[in-house]
């Protein structure tokens, strides 16, 4: 009898007046202390048209563990089919999950993930759980008294935001990122939301969209209850037992919580993938009709688990539809608004509920949504500064890409300015070559005919990377190829040239130089070099090489007297077998994995062994045997060298 009590004192007492309940069973379980009775009521007589059953566990010290409401529970499926139906919709979200959470990963790893859009939707929903959470009544942490309850909240409400915001910011950044991959303008009302940016129009206009797709998906409810007059809707049990201090706000807040996140993972998340490796839009209704399907999305529940799956997939279908049509935005709202009105609507429809306050105040809380969505609309702003909110990501890969063609275009004009065939001069046997590395540097090399028994040569090395360099490059050949015509004088042609460059070139960019002239004719050799890497001779009668060094600081490095005065020239006498070879920083400062140098003396030890052979020869050799030396490293540099090898005087 006492146990009987207690359950009609827990039980809804708006329920129980006016109507006959009996008391199906009663079950006590345990013993001592450890007793807890199980107990059922159900309506005898319809209760708003509806039987009613609840069932409720007391522990023996008079406390509620648990109860249930059960509405019309004749017409309810199995417990064996209920039990699938949940089975499979857990299923389906831990799935979803863990694919949600893979592809995460894989994508940071790319560093191709937005961390301040995902923190800022991992905040505000977070905020939502925690709210949601500690709304209940009946947390409790085991010890009364009003400083403990207040912990016991802040400490629930720190767990759940927690926990939520974390796996919020896992599925925010990874839909986010492939969203923008796929379908970038299904981004730009939530970017504008994300900057407190309400009042425009793409916002406005999404809200009131969001609002008419909410009254379809009611009406995709309402219909299922006018086709099939023996279904019932479930009415929520926390409602009629007023479990919440609030349940406007406690609804409101799970009700966006959830509604975001299944937004996020079905839209962007199945949507998107689905976009991105199917591309139809076909494909994407089906995949986002049969999620909303799998996994319940319908603000509404039916007495019947085929029929509220089949209800979810419409409304699945309507969201879709929605999605592909307008936005992310309008999706959710659609979403969260006919959950929300769904839920406190029992307010309303059931007689002297508790809850009419809170359907009345639900109705002002769309209400003032609604006039948002019309202030943003009569705005008129269009978001300009969505563009603001790119990612990070983003714009480090747009930097990426034209860092990519700068180099592509660097590339290109400096293979364009390197001699593409050897001149042919009697009594001359020549070789040069240029080996890019991976990022442009300036080098350069050309050979100038000036006369059928005289040539001219150039080896440079522009400082800086990219297009820069190959500007320079460029300006350096047409001064060289002008002044070389004009003068004589290897030293004088750096003089001018110094002149030239250092009124158009900005200060700190130089360019190491060695120009000289070859006379067949004479067998003379003269050249000037402007803080280069020395040139090597081999002569044909001796075994070593030797090291020219004429002094010179580089291009651009200082003007006027300073730099006339430094720059010197050597002239020699070239015999048949000699051998000349000229090279940039690319060969000598060559590394191997272990951090070594190759060297200006190995480079010379090595001419001293080779320099007996043709040009090309001595080209490849030398080549070969800098790439044997570096192995695996890889070039830093540009590589440049040009042999020069008398056979006879003409």
């Known amino acids: 009898t006492s146990v009987v009590a207690l359950g009609k004192y827990f039980a809804p007492t708006f329920l129980l007046r006016g109507g006959t309940w009996i008391v199906e069973f009663l079950r006590v379980l345990g013993s001592g202390s450890g007793q807890i009775a199980e107990l059922r009521f159900q309506s005898h007589d319809p209760v708003d048209s509806q039987v009613i059953r609840v069932d409720l566990t007391v522990s023996s010290r008079g406390t509620l563990q648990e109860m249930d409401l059960v509405f019309n529970p004749e017409k309810n499926q199995s417990i064996i089919t209920q039990y699938v139906f949940e089975a499979v919709t857990v299923g389906a979200y831990v799935l979803l999950a863990i694919v949600l959470i893979i592809a995460f990963f894989r994508r940071m790893m790319a560093k ?3 961390v301040k859009s995902a923190m800022l939707d991992a905040l505000l929903v977070g905020l939502m759980f ?36 974390l796996f919020v910011f896992i599925i925010s950044a990874v839909t986010d990122s492939v969203t923008r991959d796929v379908w970038p303008e299904k981004l730009m009302s939530l970017s504008l ?7 425009n129009t793409l916002v406005g206009t999404a809200i009131l969209r969001g609002m008419a797709v909410s009254g379809i998906l009611l009406g995709i409810g309402v219909l299922a209850l006018v086709a099939y007059p023996e279904l019932s809707i479930e009415l929520d049990e926390n409602l009629l037992t007023d479990i919440s201090y609030r349940p406007v706000i406690w609804s409101s807040a799970g009700n966006f919580g959830i509604g975001f996140l299944v937004s996020l993972a079905l839209f962007l998340g199945v949507g998107s993938f689905a976009g991105h490796f199917g591309g139809h839009a076909w494909f994407v209704v089906a995949c986002i009709t049969a999620g909303g399907g799998i996994l319940q999305i319908a603000p509404f529940e039916l007495h019947s688990g085929w029929l509220t799956i089949g209800a979810s997939g419409i409304a699945g279908l309507v969201l879709a539809l929605t999605f592909l049509r307008y936005d992310f935005l309008t999706a959710f709202f659609g979403l969260f608004i006919a959950r929300l009105i769904w839920q406190l609507s029992e307010g309303l429809l059931v007689t002297r509920s508790p809850a009419f306050l809170d359907s009345f105040l639900m109705l002002l809380i769309v209400s003032a949504i609604i006039v948002v969505g019309f202030i943003g609309v009569f705005n008129r702003r269009t978001g300009e500064n969505v563009e603001a909110f790119v990612p990070e990501y983003l714009r480090e890969m747009a930097a990426q890409a034209r860092n990519k063609r700068e180099l592509e275009i660097a590339h290109q004009v400096q293979a364009s300015f390197l001699p593409r065939t050897m001149p042919h001069i009697q009594g001359l046997d020549l070789a040069g070559m240029c080996l890019p590395a ?36 460029t300006f350096v050949k047409g001064v060289i190829q002008t002044l070389s015509r004009t ?36 067998g003379t050799f003269t050249f000037a070099r402007a803080g280069h890497n020395p040139a090597i001779l081999k002569r044909a009668a001796c075994e070593k090489a030797e090291v020219l060094r004429p002094t010179g600081m580089a291009i651009g490095f200082a003007d006027g007297d300073v730099f006339d005065d430094s720059i010197d020239e050597i002239s020699l006498e070239m015999l048949p077998g000699d051998s000349l070879v000229f090279y940039t920083d690319g060969f000598s400062e060559a590394m191997n994995s272990d951090r070594e140098l190759y060297g200006d003396d190995r480079l010379v030890d090595k001419v001293g062994r080779i320099g007996h052979r043709s040009a090309n020869a001595i080209l490849r050799l030398l080549t070969e045997d800098i790439h044997h030396f570096i192995e695996a490293a890889g070039r830093n540099d540009d590589m440049t060298m040009v042999v020069i090898r008398m056979l006879s005087r003409t």
């Open 112 to 114: 191709l993930i937005d």
């Open 193 to 199: 939301s994300r900057t407190g940016d309400f009042m």
């Open 130 to 165: 925690g709210t949601y959470a500690i709304l209940f009544k009946n947390i409790t942490i085991g010890v009364s008294g009003l400083l403990w309850s207040i912990v016991g909240r802040l400490f629930v409400f720190s767990v759940t935001a927690g926990a939520m915001a």
């Open 438 to 473: 991976s990022e442009v540097g300036g080098d350069y090399f050309d050979f100038i005919e000036l006369s059928p028994e005289r040539m001219a040569f150039v080896v440079g090395d522009v400082s800086g990377k990219g297009i820069e360099a190959a500007f320079y490059m």
């Open 487 to 522: 003068i004589e004088s290897p030293s004088e042609v750096m003089r001018k040239l110094n002149l030239l460059f250092r009124k158009n070139a900005p200060a700190g960019t130089f360019i190491s130089m060695i120009y000289g002239v070859v006379d067949v004719t004479s």
